[in-house]
């Protein structure tokens, strides 16, 4: 019975105090099943999301709304189920009550269920397909329940996805929130009902009786939103405070960090440093100790000291980082890299920034500084320890903090709103402010490709010498170059300014200029070599002479000082570039012939060493590892450069590194190559190895499937354009079948869809299954669509159609890993991109090892791989249906 269903509700309110509707009004019966969507200002403002199911209202709070692109994945929290005569209720509860606050009437209308299972059974199975006819919603959703709330715990987060249909929108889905800020049943703001201003709403749910009244509002205290404010600021200690009950989880996907230039510079926003390092959850019950990554991984057999620190707190789940320090007490990650190889791990330290429970005391929805008190007590009431350390925060302005932290040559800071509650995911209540360096360089010469401007070739005075530091080759509007062309071509010279060693040689797309222009750039830092690196032009420097620029340290953005050679910190400024023969260490190997070009360029005119590929892999190598560790890995090596001899290698050669993994596969007699640290791809480079090409297992389980990849190869005479539709149809193919895809370019005309597996209990897939499904979903496609779409490899078939190539999908089959570079002209990158991105004019050219760096740093791709795991068991089940039915 309905009632029954409602006793949550009824337990958390006292109506006697709240004019909520109270679940006894008796409604008219509907032949179609109602929704809304009420705005709601409480301890944060979020959309509650009610459906009409078995007499009540399922209910779930949307913590950034609803979206119309198909790309946001929206926090779905699924709380209590309400009456629904709540359907009708506009107006404010009081403070003090659960949920105080203002509600608006946002949306409502009417819902249908999608797919051939009741809506108890999808919400049962945790993935629920819905369509929406509002008055400002409409079309098809999804609720899918994250895969860590699957095992019937008290967890139950969802994430909320709009459909790609007629009503979906690219980008800016959010846009749908701020164009209708009024009610849909009233006409009214969240002010005007806060204030109990204006019509009463619309009744929409055809209450017997009187329609719902606007609850009270107390006009002695302003909005309930700055009474909640005013009172947080005065909360006593926390221990005082009562967390709800909830069974401790074993993992919480954590809260991450949007990137801003600068930080926040409001009030209400607490600074911390930004620690160099491995994010760690630690758990602790009864003693036992996980230390997990960003990721859920274990990893706490590689941190054994601090585990048994840990084991000496009480039960709770605390947020942290695991880092290595410098002889000055500074993170140092090259120092945490180099412990976790070779398993010192004795001296590192555990930063605990934020506590999420408290033995069974849920403690996300409550304040950031009221649970950082909390934390500091439970580490204070354990007792000192040198491994644990409470991380402090500043409350003074942001830009204060950023600055000496880079001046101590720190990564940066994180800020954080003071009062918000612990979310899962990106966020905008925590953000991230680097220290990037900046420069003050002389332009020496312009760089063009096809006559038209490419680069900047920049360089620093040391002493009598104009030393070459680097090419700035991005920061570029069509504005900048208008203005930057003539003053170069009116300085233009016969003969190079660079003196020294490394200066760039002659070449027929640099044009050399009398070192007179001085331009501001940002970049990432110094290489071993003494070039910037990631350099960006920001504008020119009138006002400053060339003679007087001179190498400098970086330091914050917000200023340039001059430094003092004698105290001068990390990175130290640029020193002279090897000499020929020599060795250069990259994350602890030796690259021999480190000036060897590997690729002729990279789309700019400048060859790409084998340096720059070590380089490369260490940039890359925190994001790429994940996708290659624990699965035998085969190499393209190019020793001589993609011109000549190259070498296919799966197994171990005499000499091979150390920090490369030799495994077993069942069947075979030799061992299979594996990289299963960052640094092994620095050795990988060491002898030439240019393409990675994993498995696509499971992560040590050779035999089990852990994704499957559909390579769409394109005949020559098929666009770009037509190949990224067909990477949008094959995603909406596998979405029907309950599956998740993600895509990456594969470095050369084609696109790569990808869907992570998750492994069921009890008997696992096999790859022979995972194979026929693959082939049978190409070839559903290839039907469909025949002058398209093709199946057979035979190239004498593929003008103006596309290979769907399902033979990836097999127990020793690979595909070039997520970032691995091609062994091809342009030295391009294998690039994971989000469906956003996916549109006509993307050049897939662009991603080179030379570009990608710096795109990483800024894009979304694949953050959600993990939660994007779904059974193949049920697709295939799906497809088989689908097949039948088509037949």
């Known amino acids: 019975m309905a009632s029954d269903k409602l006793s949550t509700y009824k337990q958390k309110r006292d109506f006697q105090k709240t004019q909520e509707p109270s679940g006894q009004a008796t409604l008219k019966a509907s032949n179609r099943r109602r929704f809304v969507i009420q705005k709601h200002d409480a301890t944060r403002l979020h959309y509650d999301l009610r459906l009409e199911l078995d007499g009540v209202f399922k209910s779930w709070a949307v913590t950034k709304g609803p979206s119309l692109d198909p790309h946001d994945k929206r926090l779905a929290v699924e709380v209590e189920d309400h009456p629904l005569d709540y359907g009708d209720f506009e107006g404010t509860i009081p403070k003090g009550q659960y949920g105080g606050g203002t509600v608006m009437l946002w949306d409502r209308g009417y819902w249908d269920p999608e797919g051939d299972k009741s809506p108890e059974q999808a919400l049962a199975k945790g993935d629920f397909k819905f369509t929406l006819e509002g008055e400002r919603l409409h079309g098809s959703f999804v609720l899918v329940r994250m895969r860590n709330d699957r095992d019937g715990s008290k967890r139950t987060n969802w994430l909320l996805i709009k459909h790609h249909d007629s009503f979906s929108v690219e980008e800016n889905g959010a846009a749908v929130l701020d164009e209708n800020a009024t009610s849909v049943a009233s006409g009214r703001t969240m002010e005007a009902i806060a204030a109990g201003k204006g019509r009463k709403p619309k009744p929409f749910m055809v209450q017997s009786g009187d329609v719902q009244a606007d609850a009270v509002w107390d006009s002695n205290h302003g909005l309930a939103a700055e009474e909640r404010k005013a009172e947080t600021k005065t909360k006593k200690k926390p221990a005082a405070a009562k967390a709800a009950k909830s069974a401790m989880p074993d993992f919480i996907a954590p809260q991450l960090c949007e990137m801003r230039e600068r930080p926040p510079s409001a009030d209400g926003w607490i600074h911390e440093i930004k620690f160099d390092g491995y994010r760690i959850q630690m758990r602790i019950e009864n003693g036992e100790v996980t230390l997990k990554t960003r990721k859920g991984l274990d990893w706490t057999t590689k941190y054994p000291a601090i585990a048994v620190s840990g084991a000496a707190l009480p039960d709770a789940i605390i947020d942290g980082e695991i880092c290595a320090l410098d002889e000055n007490g500074a993170p140092d990650f090259a120092a945490l890299q180099a412990a976790l190889s070779e398993g010192k791990t004795d001296e590192l330290v555990f930063f605990a920034f934020d506590l999420l429970f408290s033995g069974d005391e849920d403690l996300r929805e409550r304040p950031l500084t009221e649970r950082k008190e909390w934390l500091q007590q439970l580490l204070m009431d354990a007792g000192e320890d040198p491994r644990l350390r409470f991380v402090e925060h500043f409350e003074t302005g942001g830009d204060a903090v950023l600055k000496s932290a880079c001046k101590l040559s720190l990564e940066g800071i994180v800020s954080k709103q003071a009062d918000a509650p612990y979310q899962s995911g990106r966020t905008d209540t925590w953000v991230k402010s680097k220290c990037r360096a900046g420069h003050e360089v002389v332009i020496g010469a312009y760089a063009k490709t096809n006559s038209k401007f490419r680069s900047l070739l920049v360089g620093v005075n040391r002493g009598s010498h104009f030393v070459y530091v680097g090419r700035v080759g991005t920061g570029y509007g069509a504005g900048k170059v208008e203005v930057l062309l003539p003053k170069l071509r009116a300085l233009e010279t016969a003969k190079s300014p660079f003196t020294g060693i490394g200066a760039p040689k002659k070449d027929a797309n640099v044009v050399w200029v009398k070192p007179e222009l001085v331009a501001e750039i940002e970049f990432a830092g110094w290489t071993a070599d003494g070039l910037v690196r990631q350099a960006a032009f920001k504008g020119l420097r009138e006002d400053k002479p060339a003679g007087e620029v001179v190498a400098e340290k970086p330091v914050e953005p917000a200023e340039v000082e001059t430094p003092d050679p004698e105290k001068q910190a990390k990175p130290k400024r640029p020193t002279p570039p090897p000499r020929k023969g020599g060795k250069e260490d990259v994350m602890g190997v030796l690259i021999s012939n480190p000036d060897k070009p590997l690729w002729p360029d990279a789309n700019d005119g400048e060859p790409v060493t084998k340096v720059e590929l070590a380089r490369y892999y260490e940039a890359v190598g925190s994001w790429m590892i994940d996708h290659i560790k624990g699965r035998p890995c085969s190499i393209i090596r190019t020793p001589d450069g993609i011109g000549g001899e190259q070498f296919f290698q799966r197994h171990a050669m005499p000499g091979t590194s150390n920090l490369l993994e030799l495994v077993t596969v069942f069947g075979e007699k030799k061992p299979y190559l594996q990289i299963d640290r960052v640094e092994g791809l620095a050795a990988i480079a060491q002898i030439g190895g240019v393409e990675l090409h994993p498995w696509n297992c499971e992560p040590k389980q050779p035999g089990v499937p852990g994704r499957l990849v559909f390579d769409l190869d394109p005949g020559p005479d098929v666009l770009f354009s037509t190949v990224i539709e067909a990477a949008r149809e094959m995603r909406d193919r596998l979405e029907e079948l309950g599956l998740v895809s993600f895509c990456k370019t594969t470095g050369g005309k084609g696109l790569h869809v990808v869907t992570p597996l998750a492994i069921a209990k009890g008997k696992k897939l096999a790859w022979p299954e995972a194979k026929g499904f693959a082939h049978d979903v190409c070839l559903q496609m290839a039907r469909d669509n025949p002058d398209l779409y093709l199946i057979k490899m035979a190239k004498n078939q593929r003008n103006g159609r596309i290979f769907l190539d399902y033979l990836r999908n097999d127990r020793m089959a690979t595909a070039v890993a997520p ?69």
């Open 819 to 887: 970032l691995s570079p091609r062994a091809r002209p342009g030295a391009t990158v294998s690039m994971p991109l989000t469906w956003s991105q996916m549109k006509a004019d993307l050049d897939p050219k662009r991603f080179t090892i030379r570009t990608v760096p710096a795109l990483l740093e800024k894009t979304t791709a694949w953050q959600d791989y993990c939660d994007g795991q779904r059974s193949l068991e049920q697709a295939i089940k799906r497809l088989a249906k689908s097949m039948k039915q088509a037949a």
